[in-house]
């Protein structure tokens, strides 16, 4: 079946396989959280973004191979509820950005931006992008043989960039998200957000003038 990224609460996950890289998305939680499980092809190494919620669930995608690494995108709650019980379970290791670690139980690693992170041979850079919280983050595959694939948290969904609280907030995240994001990388590349289903860069690229029009 083709990767299409529509995963529904309490439905199955969906797997896409990339050259290295295998990418598990999970729909979790009251609020439709998505959590990722990425497996080097190389090693078995497996790395978690974002412990939502529904342990559980969780366990059942990370299977016999176990957990390395687990990354929380930013410091809202509901996106770590299940995040203590994944590292006593499995001896991972915490990383989130350092400004927003203090809000986010457990964390053994802080983060800043152009970071990378290793899952198994597969290297991730970590985009810090301010707005949504202090301490947002992405994680950027990019894959060789293929487009690159960014995990973007609640920074940027379909149609519009993460929920702000004003205008200043609204003006720090939509400058990271177009130079960071869209300035640097091609309409191919594949955005998993934190909550609902996926896009390209180039599926919103057309509204960003849009978007920074109406400040939200």
């Known amino acids: 079946m083709t990767y299409t990224g529509d995963v529904r609460p309490g439905g199955p996950p969906a797997t896409r396989d990339l050259d290295g890289l295998s990418i598990t998305k999970i729909s979790v939680g009251p609020m439709d ?3 990722y499980l990425l497996r080097c092809h190389r090693t078995g190494d497996q790395l978690m973004i974002d412990a ?5 669930r969780l366990f059942g995608v990370i299977g016999a191979a176990g957990l390395s690494t687990i990354v929380t995108t930013h410091r809202h709650a509901d996106h770590w509820q299940a995040l203590s019980e994944l590292l006593r379970a499995t001896g991972a290791v915490s990383f989130a950005h350092e400004a927003d670690a203090e ?5 053994d690693r802080m983060l800043a931006d152009g970071d990378t992170i ?12 301010v707005g949504h919280t202090p301490g947002s983050i992405a994680l950027l595959y990019e894959d060789r ?14 149609g519009g960039v993460g929920k702000t609280a004003g205008r200043a ?9 177009r130079s960071k994001l869209f300035d640097r990388l091609p309409d191919e590349t594949w955005v998993y957000p934190g909550h609902g289903r996926d896009t390209t860069l180039g599926a919103e690229r057309p509204a960003l003038a849009e978007w ?5």
């Open 169 to 177: 907030d609204f003006d720090s995240l939509f400058a990271d998200v």
């Open 145 to 158: 043989a293929g487009v690159p694939h960014v995990f973007t948290g609640d920074s940027l969904f379909p």
């Open 103 to 107: 809000h986010i139980p457990e964390v």
């Open 212 to 216: 920074f029009e109406r400040g939200w």
């Open 33 to 35: 959280n998505n959590a």
């Open 52 to 56: 939502a919620a529904d342990a559980e």
């Open 118 to 129: 290793a899952c198994g041979r597969v290297a991730l850079e970590v985009v810090h992008l």
